[in-house]
């Protein structure tokens, strides 16, 4: 990833970064959490500190630090965050029935938009995942990650497994992201995989360099993955 003196360039333009991403949208955060403020906080926990306290959804402390430029975060990928928004917030409406079938029908967030919007919530995880690695810094090569992003089509070695994770208790309730958990062969990143998860839904997002990832139980990709979404257990 190149910079320029002190100021690191965007990842998918090449601008100046000047933004940067949250890692879980403000918007999930509060549909669990209510309104976030400094009388009504919550705790974000990572590996190096825990209990730190949040006084907004929108908290520079949920961010990456700035590796994509602001027309990118907005202009560009804007309807990418929203297809996300509609998708969750359909899948956790009607979370008991889905917890039931396994399965959730895209007709149900998107109607009559499964094809487009299908691609625009999967470069939803491409951009998210892009800004992880240009923040964390892993042996990744981004360009294709970014003429995914930029030319708006699907990224062919990423696919999402969604889950349900059983949480007995609003003490277990969890928001947030995993760390990234990747395989080197000969010092080279040939494949990663890391967690999305609002409180018993959890979003497996699994790259492969070469190939695309098949063996993953429910991989869903939006050029084969049709118009169902299955659910497995976790």
Known sequence: ???????????????????????????????????????SPVFFHSDDRRNIRIHSAKSDKLKTSKVICQRCNDTHTAKYDDAWTLLSRSILAGWENVKKTKRFKLQTAFPGKVGQQSINFHLYFVKLFGCRIADENMPIDLSHFAKCVLEQHPHSGIYLSFNMRNIHSKSGLYVGISEVHGKEYG?????ATWYYSLGELDVQVSWSKETPI?????????ESGGKIIKFRQR
């Open 1 to 39: 990833m190149a910079t320029l003196g002190s100021q690191m360039e965007c990842w998918i333009c090449g601008a100046d970064a000047d933004s940067g991403e949250h890692r879980v949208k403000a918007s999930d955060m509060r549909r669990f959490f209510g309104k976030i403020t400094p009388a």
């Open 214 to 222: 098949r063996n993953v139980p429910y991989a869903w990709h939006p």
């Open 187 to 191: 010092g080279v990143c040939e494949a």
